[in-house]
């Protein structure tokens, strides 16, 4: 079979430098450089591919992260991880399947904090699209205006519910405007007064949520406290959750492409990291995929900041709080002892991208007996490429790339370390989840490069196997470029 003069023209002098008794340091460079300078020479005078030619992506489960920035190879590799459980959740987008609790507690009511616990620049300069503001900037509604807009709160309105209340889709007139049906599709949280944990978590919206903005956080439009009644108003998310794209069924509802995926662990990344590099380090509590929303050009924001707590102060590790959360996604040392890290948040995103990867929801009880906890059923499978296949979403039909979903869950696992101490922040998990779309969006190096600088630097101890394996590829590897 026909193959590439320049290919075969640097086999000799690669095979005699492979040989070399010298160690690994001192030809490595110079076998690399010959390698690429006669294959750049091959690409400048071989004919132009046909179309139906094009060169295939190379197989993402041998070729190791090629870290483009620095020039290395970078290999990624999984911490100790752990999962468990626990409870309060509020699910814009129906009823799922997550179990919650909530243990009561005495509190006196508190009302809007106007005092800064904030630093107005916090988190600017990392993140130039978020700011922090001293007091909340919010519109006050007035109920009968919100009985407006959704009909007199008419069930046909509801986009969900939860344990201290309902969602409503709602109709805000523009007051400014002179002709009716100008305005905006807006979203009512309805509260139960009666709970006094509806009145914390309408308090803590507003006071954390209200002072935040950022492009992955949703917006607080305002609020309306009346009488009894406890309301907050959001802008209105077009593509819902995360959690009905993921496990909602029916013709309706359309599986979610991978990169379409990647793009919203990226957003909710970067919502959660400018979060955790704010002035005080707030910290969500409550990370899941109901709490993952998505615009219509499906940018992920973070929403639902009921159960938001401040991070530690500097000379503190952890927060000592009642446990709230939801089961399948609190971290496990938050569970055990109360005490609230800001990588307790880390832990949750762990486990939002083990659902995006497999399609599966972190807690059902509907599956088989030793599978109802995901994180625990498909952790052996996370760390072995050719085990992830079979976890995978099968509604993804294959189409994605292996090399970036196995470095993903790799990922995923150091997320889900048992100790705070050995997961990575959110800023280096985002950096991370940047690399991986941006190595995809790069344009592919020929195939043969790829495959040869990845066996010099596995085989570079034992170099023969370097020419059997290029002989045994040659046999088997169809050419895409014609010969001369």
């Given amino acids: 079979m026909g193959a590439p003069y320049g290919f075969l023209a640097c086999v000799s002098p690669i095979s005699s430098m492979c040989l070399n008794p010298r160690p690994e340091s001192e030809f490595i460079e110079e076998i690399v450089e010959n390698i690429l300078k006669k294959l750049n020479e091959e690409s400048s005078t071989a004919p132009s591919l046909r179309q139906n030619d094009a060169p295939a992506q190379h197989s993402s489960a041998t070729i190791p992260h090629n870290d483009a920035s620095s020039g290395k190879y970078e290999e ?6 752990c999962t468990f459980i626990i409870s309060c959740n509020f699910s814009w987008t129906g009823a799922g399947t997550s179990q919650t609790i909530s243990n009561k507690t005495s509190s006196k009511g508190i009302t809007i904090s106007a005092k800064s616990q904030f630093s107005a620049a916090s988190g600017d300069e990392a993140y130039p699209d978020g700011q922090t503001l001293p007091t909340p900037n919010l519109r006050i509604f007035s109920f009968t205006e919100l009985k407006v807009a959704t009909k007199n709160f008419r069930p046909d309105t509801v986009l969900g519910e939860g344990g201290f209340g309902q969602v409503f889709k709602g109709w805000l007139e523009d007051k400014g405007q002179s002709k009716s049906g ?17 009145f914390q978590e309408w308090q803590s919206e507003v006071n954390v949520l209200g002072r935040l903005s950022h492009p992955n956080l949703v917006k607080l439009l305002g609020y309306c406290q009346e009488d009894r009644e406890l309301l907050l108003i959001y802008e209105f998310m077009q593509k819902g959750s995360l959690e009905n794209h ?5 013709s309706a509802v359309q599986p979610l492409p991978w990169d379409i995926r990647l793009k919203i662990a990226i957003g909710a990344a970067r919502g959660l990291a400018f979060l955790h590099t704010s002035d005080k380090q707030v910290i969500h509590r409550d990370i899941k995929t109901s ?6 050009s499906y940018t992920a924001k973070i929403s639902d900041f009921g159960l938001a707590k401040l991070g530690p102060s500097a000379s503190q590790s952890h927060v000592t709080t009642q446990v709230m959360g ?4 609190a971290a496990p040392e938050y569970v055990a002892t109360g005490h609230l890290y800001v990588k307790s948040d880390v832990y949750g995103f762990g486990v939002v991208l083990v659902e995006i990867l497999t399609g599966l929801r972190a807690l059902d009880t509907n599956r088989p007996s030793g599978k109802h906890n995901l994180v625990d059923w498909v952790k052996p499978y996370l760390s072995e490429r050719r085990k992830l296949k079979q976890i995978m979403d099968s509604r993804l039909e294959g189409k994605y790339p292996s ?3 196995f470095h993903i869950s790799q990922l995923a696992l150091k997320c889900l370390a048992a100790e705070p101490k050995h997961r990575p922040s959110m800023k280096e998990v985002l950096e991370k989840l940047e690399r991986f779309e941006a190595a995809n969006e790069r344009p592919r190096e020929p195939r043969i490069t790829l495959v040869i600088l990845w066996f010099i630097k596995k085989a570079s101890n034992h170099c023969t196997i370097v020419l059997h394996f290029i002989q045994d590829w040659m046999e088997v590897q169809p050419t895409k470029i014609p010969p001369e």
């Avoid at 990624?76 to 991880?81: L, T």
């Avoid at 100008?182 to 509806?198: D, F, H, P, R, Y």
């Avoid at 709490?291 to 219509?296: A, G, P, Q, T, V």
């Fill in 182 to 198: 100008n305005g905006m599709v807006i979203a009512v949280k309805k509260l139960n007064s009666e709970s006094l944990q509806g």
């Fill in 326 to 329: 939801t089961y399948g996604y």
């Fill in 403 to 405: 090399k970036a979903v």
């Fill in 76 to 81: 990624i590799s999984a911490g100790p991880s």
């Fill in 246 to 250: 993921l496990f909602g069924r029916g």
């Fill in 291 to 296: 709490n993952i929303l998505l615009d219509e």
